[in-house]
């Protein structure tokens, strides 16, 4: 199995900006691949955790390291442990470093993290090439300041490639605290790309307590109090998912794509009878893989990817033709059916988010004429494009939300830059973040709080990215041509990278 990237990034700060800061990306893997990447995991590096193939979760006390083909160390039971790194699905790695004015501590946990030194190995192997060096592009990453450091808390919209495809996004941030009557949320470019960010707010809402709030792909707020977990998750050829797929942990489902095929996964909830409406929480993200194939898929424009950038931001229609190829692929929007009398009818997409870190976000079901006191959905991921952690279901009535948008009031870059005319609107004045950019501080008020009431803040941000690739060649037309319109194509490219990346990696060194 892959893994789905879930980075917990900490930065201690000891003084405000200006700042000068690199963040880091190690990344180890799944048996075989760590095994052949154990360079990777150095004495500055710590494993942490991992799961085995069986679903057993391991901490470790101290850090564990490879040592002839195993992973060894002491548990946090203070028990010895060695794992042979066949039985190993997933590691935990932590890395500590400081930046180069020392005024940052940085530590990243990377929580099944696959696909070891793999991009430096990607490639489809096609004469038509645009290089990058982001290894899988991404939007701004947003770090909250919980009381006594920074941590990585957002990636809101990934995907966004070219400002035609500029969105918001909308994320819990579980971790920001309020500190002197302001919250301080760190934004940064940690990508070989220039991120463009036109707005950036907070939207503050205070709730009952029990209830748990979680935005919709189109931003909308939804009100949780009564999640109902799957009783069966099963595939097409039956096997049993559900310890992987019934509560948002350690245990992601993430197959490689080693034959190019599709999973046919259906989700069995109890419900209700006579329930005419549900909220369906999912915890799923994009794959790695599925950012690298992101990459590949502008490669195969070759030299005329500037043209094609620029007929994405000038035609509508060029817009609404990639949202259905990657709907009808599922490559980088992921569907849900819901079984009826008559078959399987459409439950809505949601656009993938991560693949650094993912968070609840809800479809709305609509459940009209759906008899019977089960509910069964279905997803079709690409084996390699997705990251599969939970599904649930709420079925409680509408609770009305008051969300309360708190304005930027603070912006300060690098240099002590005020950055706050361009990202205090969304007016299409773009905050402008070359690759290599100091982070950017932004501090916003936050309003009492109301006695008896639980908060939750969520980050608001629109805005779009471009990877820098250099574009070279004759572009793939044909390779184009099947990627966006034959079923199943842009999977079996997928394993065939798959494949000859991991060949590359099992290359002896000189």
């Excluded at 793999?118 to 990058?132: E, P």
Aim: hydrophobic residues 40%; glycine residues 10%; negative net charge.
């Amino acid at each position: 199995m892959f893994t789905l990237l879930r980075r917990i990034m900490a930065l201690s700060l000891a003084t405000a900006l200006p700042l000068t800061t690199t963040a880091c990306y190690d990344w180890t893997g799944r048996g075989p691949e760590v095994a052949a990447n154990a360079q990777n995991v150095t004495d500055s590096t710590r494993i942490i955790g991992l799961v085995t193939t069986g679903g057993d979760v391991i901490e470790f006390e101290s850090g564990a390291k490879i040592s002839n083909g195993e992973v060894v160390g002491k548990s946090k039971k203070g028990e010895k442990v060695r794992i042979p790194l066949d039985r190993v699905q997933r590691v935990t790695i932590a890395e500590h470093k400081f930046s180069t004015a020392k005024t940052i501590g940085l530590a990243a946990s990377l929580i099944g993290v696959g696909l070891v030194a793999a991009a430096a190995s990607w490639g489809s192997g096609s004469d038509s090439k645009a290089t990058t060096t982001s290894k899988g592009g991404c939007c701004p990453f947003f770090y909250s300041w919980d009381g006594s450091q920074f941590t990585f808390d957002a990636e809101p919209y990934p995907g966004a490639i070219t400002r035609g495809l500029e969105r918001d996004g909308d994320v819990v941030l579980d971790r920001l605290r309020a500190e002197g009557g302001h919250y301080q949320v760190l934004m940064t470019n940690e990508r070989d790309e220039t991120e463009y960010t036109d707005h950036v707010a907070l939207r503050v809402i205070d709730h009952e307590r029990g209830i748990r709030i979680a935005p919709g792909g189109d931003g909308t707020l939804y009100a949780l109090s009564q999640t109902v977990a799957p009783v069966s998750a099963r595939t097409s050829d039956g096997r049993d998912l559900l310890q992987w797929l019934v509560a948002a942990d350690a245990l992601i489902y993430e197959p490689v794509p080693d034959s190019g095929a599709s999973d046919e996964i259906v989700l069995t909830f109890p419900k209700p009878a006579g329930a005419q409406q549900a909220r369906l929480v999912v915890n799923v993200g994009a794959s790695l893989l599925s950012s690298l194939m992101l990459t590949e898929y502008l490669s195969l424009h070759g030299r005329d990817l500037p043209a094609w950038f620029e007929q994405v931001d000038s035609d509508p229609a060029t817009v609404m033709q990639l949202y259905r190829m990657i709907g009808e692929t599922q490559t980088w929007a992921l569907g849900f059916d819901i079984e009826r009398s008559g078959g399987w009818t459409s439950g809505g997409h949601l656009l993938g988010v991560g693949p650094l870190i993912v968070k609840d976000r809800v479809v709305p079901l609509d459940l009209t004429g759906l008899a019977g006191t089960e509910l069964r959905v279905r997803v079709r991921p690409p084996r390699g494009f997705w990251a599969l952690n939970s599904f649930s279901v709420d079925y409680s009535p509408a609770v009305p939300i008051t969300a309360v948008e708190v304005p930027l009031t603070r912006a300060i870059g690098g240099g002590s830059s005020n950055r706050l005319a361009a990202l205090a609107a969304a007016d299409g004045s773009y905050d402008v973040m070359p690759a290599g950019s100091e982070p950017v501080l932004l501090t916003f008020p936050a309003p009492p709080e109301r006695a008896g009431l639980s908060r939750t803040v969520v980050l608001h941000a629109r805005g779009w990215y471009r990877e820098n690739v250099v574009a070279k060649g004759e572009p793939a037309l044909e390779i184009l041509r099947r990627f966006e319109n034959e079923p199943g194509f842009a999977s079996r490219l997928a394993a065939e990278n798959w494949k000859t990346m991991r060949e590359r990696r099992q290359e002896p060194k000189d």
